[in-house]
């Protein structure tokens, strides 16, 4: 086993400068302490984790919250960001984003406390205290959150719920419903103010009366779409504000023998694998979910580095057309 002795031996020095360098404490500058920290990695002697962290002012740790790890989509998301960790041996702590503000900004100043050399953040929304916790660590803001003060990536939410309303409008639907997301969130707010411009730009039916509240969740998307086909039977397509709610809203059509897409069109948002294996298979807006957590991971990277641009990256949906919109009544 190799020993600070081997270690002195091999730098030259006496072993209180090797101990005091190899444990983070003062007294040896910053150039010599990483220099025999190297020659001591070489070697092979098991450091403590601690105490390299004092020396490189580096954990090597960065931190990744998200709302809902039973949600498929953030999986694939966590996949990207895990990927570019991969590239600096860097360790992904993977951690749950509480609704409530005040949760998060506790779990963010317990965070701070472990150093984590960086953070990612799919919070539902910044407040400022949030803002004030997550200052002074390199930080980006992923898929929910934007700010001035950080850096962010996501796809244009509000661009998605046109887009997919827009689609059920050229299948010549007039009358368009919306499982919303869960209230207060801003995405929710976005997707559901694309689907409100598609019908205002062609003049068609809009208003809180073809709205229905879902939770981003299959039974949230059963139980909202039950809401509106009880409420507004005319109803011959609906949006959903993401593809497990309008999963949830297959079931309610099914169970009540209404066929999609021959008497009920319905799209999705997201793209997860899931919504490939629906029956009819799900057309959605897909989120490019992998590239968002590569894109963020690089990001942070970059803040990591040095460049601290609060840049906002905004990528691309696509159509993902399957099968569950038809034209209007079949036609
Ligand atoms: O499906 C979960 C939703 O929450 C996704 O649409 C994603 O954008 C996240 O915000």
Known sequence: MVTVYDVAQACGLSIASVSRALNGQPGVSQRTAERICLIADQLGYQRNEVARSLVAKSTQTIALFVPDITNPFFPELVKGVQSVADERDLLLLLLDAPRSAVALSARLAALRRKQVDGILLVASDIDADTEELVAGTPAVLLDRGRSGRH????????????????????????????????????????????????????????????????????????????????????????????????????ACCSVRGIPVPEQMSVIGLDGIGLSRYTTPMLTTIAQPIRELGVAAGRLLLRQLDGDGQALDVVLPTTLVEGASVSRRGGA
Not at 165 to 189: M, N
Not at 210 to 238: K, M, W
């Open 151 to 250: 850096a962010s990536v996501g796809v244009d939410q509000e661009a998605a719920g046109f887009a997919a309303t827009r689609h059920l409008i050229d299948a010549g639907h007039t009358r368009i419903g919306h499982i919303a997301g869960p209230q207060g969130l801003a995405v929710s707010e976005l997707r559901r103010a694309g689907w409100e411009r598609a019908l205002r730009e062609a003049g068609l039916p809009v208003g809180d009366h073809l709205v229905a509240v879902g939770d981003f969740e299959e039974e949230g998307g059963h139980r909202a779409g039950a809401e509106l086909l009880q409420r507004e039977p005319g109803i011959t397509a609906v949006f959903a504000a993401n593809d497990l709610s309008a999963i949830g809203f297959l």
